[in-house]
C-alpha cells in the first residue's frame, strides 16, 4: 500500500519553469529520504535531485542551479521546482525514496519551442 504519485508535468519552453510534486502514503514519510529521477527515450535512468530526512541535498550536475528539491513533512510531498529547462530536461520524471525501493509512475516533462 505504498504509494507515490507524481504530477505537474507538462509542456514547457526552453527558458520557462515547471514543478513537480509527488504524493507519498503508506510510509513514514519524515524518516526516508526522498529522490527524483528522469529518464529520457533511449538513455538510462538517472538521479537529478535527491534530499535526506533531514533535508540536506544533493543534485546532478546537469540540473544544478536551476532545479531545487524540497519536502513538505506536514503533507508527505516532495517537489522538484525546475527553472531555466533546456530541451535535455525533457524526461520522465519518477519519484523514489533514497533507497529506491519504491516508485512512482512518473510524469512527463516536455521542453520545446
Known amino acids: 500500500q505504498v504509494q507515490l504519485v507524481e504530477s505537474g508535468g507538462g509542456l514547457v519552453q526552453p527558458g520557462g519553469s515547471l514543478r513537480l510534486s509527488c504524493a507519498a502514503s503508506g510510509i513514514a514519510f519524515r524518516a526516508y529520504g526522498m529522490a527524483w529521477y528522469r529518464q529520457a527515450p533511449g538513455k538510462q535512468r538517472d538521479m537529478v535531485a535527491a534530499i535526506t530526512s533531514s533535508g540536506s541535498t544533493n543534485y546532478s550536475d546537469s540540473v544544478k542551479g536551476r532545479f531545487t528539491i524540497s519536502r513538505d513533512n506536514g503533507e508527505n510531498r516532495v517537489y522538484l521546482q525546475m527553472n531555466n529547462l533546456k530541451l535535455e530536461d525533457t524526461a520522465v520524471y519518477y519519484c523514489?525514496?533514497?533507497?529506491?525501493?519504491?516508485w512512482g509512475q512518473g510524469t512527463q516533462v516536455t521542453v520545446s519551442s
Open positions: 523514489t525514496t533514497m533507497g529506491r525501493r519504491y
